[in-house]
T-cell receptor, first 111, second 116 residues
Framework: AQSVTQLGSHVSVSEGALVLLRCNYSSSVPPYLFWYVQYPNQGLQLLLKYTTGATLVKGINGFEAEFKKSETSFHLTKPSAHMSDAAEYFCALFTGNQFYFGTGTSLTVIP | NAGVTQTPKFRVLKTGQSMTLLCAQDMNHEYMYWYRQDPGMGLRLIHYSVGEGTTAKGEVPDGYNVSRLKKQNFLLGLESAAPSQTSVYFC???????????????FGEGSRLTVL
């Protein structure tokens, strides 16, 4: 069965600190993986995606994620958190038929 | 670029009333989706469409119907609204590559529905 698990529904970091949001997936076929961000009262916007090729992918706003097949993970990182990064983040899996979303991680940035 | 547009953005219904949410995309995408978002549950797929005139059930289809009469529009209907359908509804679209890959999802801004 296909699934996405995001560890930690709430994450708090200090401004300037490392951001690490965890995502693990289960897929019976080679996965395409995505991270989306949702600001309050808005739709979801694509941060970055992995389809094939380089396993370290860079996205917008300084975020990046690394696809690790052996660990079935696709964790999202940013070296230095900014106040504007406060939002809800969703990891998603596409397996050729439909998308599967994690339950989301709410990121709080403490000044 | 309008992208994906949802109407209405807010609606309050009484139990048993019916309504339709409209999604329109101007990117010529083949695939369209309706999701609902509830606290702590992420996004759950209600129905989707892989092309004009076709629809399919997602994870939580009960109580909803959809139609895709035109490629750019995807309608979500509630025939008899229930309080359990209080949620934020998102429409999304994606293109279809070859042979199977679809591009990432493009989302509308959401429609907040309250059923009393």
């Amino acid at each position: 069965a296909q699934s996405v698990t995001q560890l930690g529904s709430h994450v708090s970091v200090s401004e300037g600190a490392l951001v690490l949001l965890r995502c693990n997936y289960s897929s019976s076929v080679p996965p395409y993986l995505f991270w989306y961000v949702q600001y309050p009262n808005q739709g979801l916007q694509l941060l970055l995606k992995y389809t094939t090729g380089a396993t370290l992918v860079k996205g917008i706003n300084g975020f990046e994620a690394e696809f690790k097949k052996s660990e079935t993970s696709f964790h999202l990182t940013k070296p230095s958190a900014h106040m504007s990064d406060a939002a809800e983040y969703f990891c998603a899996l596409f397996t050729g038929n439909q998308f599967y979303f994690g339950t989301g991680t709410s990121l709080t940035v403490i000044p | 670029n309008a992208g994906v547009t949802q109407t209405p953005k807010f609606r309050v219904l009484k139990t048993g009333q019916s309504m339709t949410l409209l999604c329109a995309q101007d990117m010529n995408h083949e695939y369209m989706y309706w999701y609902r978002q509830d606290p702590g549950m992420g996004l759950r797929l209600i129905h989707y469409s892989v092309g004009e005139g076709t629809t399919a059930k997602g994870e939580v289809p009960d109580g909803y119907n959809v139609s895709r009469l035109k490629k750019q529009n995807f309608l979500l209907g509630l025939e008899s609204a229930a309080p359990s359908q209080t949620s934020v509804y998102f429409c999304a679209s994606s293109y279809r590559g070859r042979p199977f890959y679809t591009g990432e999802l493009f989302f509308g801004e959401g429609s907040r529905l309250t059923v009393l």
